[in-house]
């Protein structure tokens, strides 16, 4: 199954300001999906990123929020715009699984808005 | 989507089976049953999957019954370290694009008492 690496692993921001996350595959997938996870929580989809289109936002979720890049088949971001502390979160990346294996996550990043 | 229903939490002794029961009534013909589990502070983990048939890997074993309304996963011999939260997600569709996705319940705290 794919290796996934996402960065930075946690980080504090100041309110108003912009977060981007990224991920990045050890090999070529062409679907990659966004989680949100809340303090105590499950996990809630953001987007699906498909490299060459458009990421298509789950209810309750915007680009303007969310802006997401799929620049090739191994690499997205995810950025967090306009911080609050109601973004506090953990977020994660995902891919489809490949050759009947699960879907793969990465290890998340620790979102803290002050 | 089905929707899962599970019990918020359970406790079993180490070195004992636990067994996980999810519930899964409206699943379409489809649709497959998977399992994942995330540890505290990590991303989630993919334990197993599969559709009607029971299967078995090196970490569990699912069992579906006929109807394919529920399912059980099993830890045969439980560890300390089987402690974590494990959610029964039935695969569906979603977005404008109707790319494969998974949409996590609220899971199963289980905790290996020792």
């Known amino acids: 199954s794919a290796v996934i690496s996402q960065k930075p692993s946690r980080d504090i921001c100041q309110r108003g300001t912009s977060l981007t996350i990224q991920c990045q595959v050890d090999s070529q997938v062409t679907m990659m999906f966004w989680y949100r996870q809340q303090p105590g929580q499950s996990l809630t989809l953001i987007a699906t990123?498909?490299?060459?289109?458009?990421?298509?936002?789950e209810s309750g979720f915007v680009i303007d929020k969310f802006p997401i890049s799929r620049p090739n088949l191994t690499f997205s971001t995810l950025t967090v715009s306009n911080m609050s502390p109601e973004d506090s979160s953990i977020y994660l990346c995902?891919?489809?699984?490949?050759?009947?294996?699960?879907?793969?996550f990465g290890s998340g990043t620790r979102l803290t808005v002050v | 989507d089905a929707k899962t229903t599970q019990p918020p939490s359970m406790d079993c002794a180490e070195g004992r089976a636990a067994n996980l029961p999810c519930n899964h009534s409206?699943?379409?013909?489809?649709?497959?049953v998977y399992w994942y589990r995330q540890i505290h502070s990590q991303g989630p983990q993919y334990i197993i999957h599969?559709?009607?048939n029971n299967e078995t890997n090196e970490m569990a074993s699912l069992i579906i019954t006929e109807d394919r309304k529920s399912s059980t996963l099993i830890l045969p011999h439980a560890t300390l370290r089987d402690t974590a939260v494990y959610y029964c997600?039935?695969?569906?569709?979603?977005?404008?694009?109707?790319?494969?996705?998974?949409?996590f319940g609220t899971g199963t705290r289980l905790t290996v008492i020792p």
């Open positions: 995902s891919v489809a699984p490949s050759g009947g294996n699960g879907y793969t």
């Open positions: 409206t699943i379409s013909g489809n649709e497959y």
């Open positions: 599969g559709l009607k």
């Open positions: 990123a498909n490299q060459g289109s458009e990421a298509t936002y």
């Open positions: 997600i039935v695969r569906g569709l979603g977005g404008q694009t109707g790319a494969n996705n998974l949409f």
